[in-house]
Nanobody, 126 residues
Framework: QVQLAESGGGLVQAGDSLRISCAFS????????MGWFRQVPGKEREFVAA???????DYTDSVQGRFIVSRDNGKKTWYLQMSSLKPEDTAVYSC????????????????????WGQGTQVTVSS
């Protein structure tokens, strides 16, 4: 079955950059679209970014221009490159995936995703 595994989280200072990864296994990577979400204790899960099968991307307003979502088909891995990090970016970041046809765009709804990783902690100190 499809499994997702995040890695690359850590403690950084405000203004730093960090790249987190989402390794995919158990299916045909190229047939999946994905999303990045984050959650802080006591708050609802928040959409961060998404990447469709066709390469369309979408970002929440607070990270637009600072974060970039990408993929490496050979490594079956998605990435979230985060720059100019702020303390309010501190959260557990999780990746999610769903099998789609090529023309399906991105989605921000967490209920649209079927497969989820366990998450990786990103902490940004001020």
């Amino acid at each position: 079955q499809v499994q997702l595994a995040e890695s690359g989280g850590g403690l950084v200072q405000a203004g730093d950059s960090l790249r987190i990864s989402c390794a995919f296994s158990g299916g045909q990577f190229s047939r999946y679209g994905m999303g990045w979400f984050r959650q802080v204790p006591g708050k609802e899960r928040e959409f961060v970014a998404a990447l469709s099968r066709s390469g369309m991307s979408d970002y929440t307003d607070s990270v637009q221009g600072r974060f970039i979502v990408s993929r490496d088909n050979g490594k079956k891995t998605w990435y979230l490159q985060m720059s100019s990090l702020k303390p309010e970016d501190t959260a557990v970041y999780s990746c999610a995936a769903r099998h789609t046809i090529l023309s399906v765009p991105t989605t921000r709804a967490h209920d649209d995703y079927v497969h989820w990783g366990q998450g990786t902690q990103v902490t940004v100190s001020s």
